[in-house]
């Protein structure tokens, strides 16, 4: 699982999708196909406004392809754990399983996300008792001080 959440599109893959999806803009209603293709190009991406446009595109796909929804679904919660976004990404995943409860790539992305959300919530509450002690440090030197 990781593998995909760390998958990056080069470039030129990147350009190639870009220019179709483009193309098929100015002339015309885009596909679907060329639509997914590109959200999903642009959710690989590096860059976060990249996939959050991939996203905007897949959001619209769900809305407007029903058939679609279970794929849309997963790359939404791809691209939202890319982002850190962890409780849109756990939404996501949570919604593919009540269409496909015993998918297993989708149950090992959904404890992903939920370890992933752990570690973070840790992180936060590491850097709050960091920053509580930092305060209080400048606060006892502030009294000391005051003492003299």
Same mark, same amino acid.
């Given at each position: 699982?990781?593998?995909?959440?760390?998958?990056?599109?080069?470039?030129?893959?990147?350009?190639?999708?870009?220019?179709?999806?483009?193309?098929?803009?100015?002339?015309?209603?885009?596909?679907?196909?060329?639509?997914?293709?590109?959200?999903?190009?642009?959710?690989?991406?590096?860059?976060?406004?990249?996939?959050?446009?991939?996203?905007?595109? *897949? %959001?619209? &796909?769900?809305? =407007?392809?029903?058939?679609?929804?279970?794929?849309?679904?997963?790359?939404? /919660?791809? @691209?939202?754990?890319?982002?850190?976004?962890?409780?849109?990404?756990?939404?996501?995943?949570?919604?593919?399983?009540?269409?496909?409860?015993?998918?297993?790539?989708?149950?090992? *992305? %959904?404890? &992903?996300?939920? =370890?992933?959300?752990?570690?973070?919530?840790?992180?936060?509450?590491?850097? /709050?008792? @960091?920053?509580?002690?930092?305060?209080?440090?400048?606060?006892?030197?502030?009294?000391?001080?005051?003492?003299?």
């Amino acid at each position: 699982m990781e593998e995909i959440l760390n998958d990056s599109i080069i470039t030129s893959e990147l350009e190639k999708f870009e220019k179709k999806y483009n193309e098929e803009m100015q002339n015309g209603p885009v596909t679907t196909t060329t639509q997914f293709e590109y959200a999903w190009c642009m959710v690989r991406s590096d860059l976060a406004s990249d996939m959050k446009t991939g996203l905007v595109l *897949l %959001e619209d &796909l769900y809305v =407007k392809h029903p058939e679609g929804r279970r794929d849309y679904l997963y790359y939404m /919660a791809i @691209g939202h754990t890319r982002l850190k976004d962890y409780s849109e990404a756990l939404k996501h995943a949570q919604a593919f399983l009540e269409i496909e409860p015993n998918n297993q790539q989708v149950i090992a *992305l %959904e404890e &992903l996300i939920k =370890k992933r959300m752990d570690i973070e919530g840790l992180k936060g509450v590491a850097k /709050a008792t @960091g920053a509580a002690l930092v305060v209080g440090g400048i606060l006892g030197l502030g009294f000391a001080m005051l003492k003299k």
